[in-house]
């Protein structure tokens, strides 16, 4: 079936330091995806989203790569800050022809060492 | 606030009790989406609505399951005759439209006993 997947459950950085965060995912029909943070008893928080067309958006602190080949998604955040400690979600839309609704992956823990 | 509202925050009821979550999205918000998330897990897909017409409704668990939003503007969950195994938490989402970014709600933590 379809699935959006983590490689890494947990990953611990320094403060400071870069963090990646990869993504696979399954449908080659998904042209919409998106990233999310969520941290403990709050709702998922929107980062960033890139669309098929692209292979890399920026903001701010965060970079969002696309690579339809291999079908990953990775999500760069520079200079980690302990307020980046939480949960990273990736979704994705599931093809054009979907209402929208999103189908999330199971998640990375990013724990941020000061 | 300008953020998707939900109440109540927590509810805790017995099984067979029937229990209904609100959705206030953000104003003007055409598109709202309502999702379940087991503890450590990633919120998964119940329904969608664009403004008051439910489209999509595939992720509903069971009849016991029901969604409105009769105004196109706040949505309600309903879940009858609860059982345990619905006790999680319930995310409701609202985007301009269809595939664009979705703002989440803090959730409802249903807990049935």
């Known amino acids: 079936g379809e699935s959006v997947g983590l490689h890494l459950p947990t990953l611990s950085v320094q403060e400071g330091d870069n963090s990646i965060i990869n993504c696979a995912y399954s449908?080659?029909?998904?042209?919409?995806f998106i990233w999310y943070k969520q941290e403990s008893g709050k709702g998922p928080q929107f980062i960033i989203d890139i669309r098929s067309n692209m292979d890399k958006r920026q903001g701010q602190r965060v970079t969002v790569l696309l690579n339809k080949t291999v079908k990953h998604l990775s999500l760069q955040i520079a200079a980690t800050q302990p307020g980046d400690s939480a949960v990273y979600f990736c979704a994705e839309n599931g093809g054009s022809g979907n209402t929208g609704k999103l189908i999330f992956g199971q998640g990375t823990t990013l724990q941020v060492k000061p | 606030g300008a953020g998707v509202s939900q109440s109540p925050r927590y509810k805790v009821a017995k099984r067979g009790q029937d229990v209904a979550l609100r959705c206030d999205p953000i104003s003007g918000h055409v598109s709202l989406f309502w999702y379940q998330q087991a503890l450590g897990q990633g919120p998964e897909f119940l329904t969608y609505f664009q403004n008051e017409a439910q489209l999509d409704k595939s992720g509903l668990p069971s009849d016991r399951f029901f969604a409105e939003r009769p105004e196109g503007s706040v949505s309600t969950l309903k879940i009858q005759r609860t059982q345990q195994e619905d006790s999680a938490v319930y995310l409701c989402a609202s985007s301009l439209v269809g595939n664009q970014p979705q703002h989440f709600g803090d959730g409802t933590r249903l807990s049935i006993l």
């Open positions: 449908n080659s029909a998904s042209d919409y």
